[in-house]
């Protein structure tokens, strides 16, 4: 059963940006661990980027560093993943999960995930 519920993905250029937000309806993000993953067709799911809610730190995967920005919203409780410079390598389904392991790529540490939104990079 999915916890979590993602926006904003679409359709953009190359060199486009787009900003996808992840909430947790009726839940707080508090003491969580809050990471983006992607799959793109015929690819296993890959880790993006992660963000601590306790502690406010941030960690990305390498093909992202410099690009992308993970944040928080306290009052929205929410967490955005600002994309910029998108390739039409970034096509995928990005999903966002929660779990209580810091600075882990591996998807098995995050329990409680989203459907998921589609993101095309496409001239």
């Known amino acids: 059963q999915d916890q979590l519920a993602e926006s904003g993905g679409g359709l953009v250029q190359p060199g486009g940006s787009l900003r996808l937000s992840c909430a947790a309806p009726g839940r707080t993000f508090s003491s969580y661990v809050i990471g983006w993953f992607r799959q793109a067709p015929g690819k296993e799911r890959e880790f993006v980027a992660a963000h601590n809610w306790g502690s406010y730190s941030t960690y990305y995967a390498d093909s992202v560093k410099g690009r992308f920005t993970i944040s928080r919203n306290y009052a929205k409780n929410t967490v955005t993943l600002q994309m910029n410079s998108l390739k039409p390598e970034d096509t995928a389904v990005y999903y966002c999960?929660?779990?209580?392991?810091?600075?882990?790529?591996?998807?098995?540490?995050?329990?409680?995930w989203g459907q998921g939104t589609q993101v095309t990079v496409s001239s």
């Open positions: 999960a929660a779990g209580t392991v810091w600075a882990t790529s591996e998807s098995r540490h995050y329990g409680y």
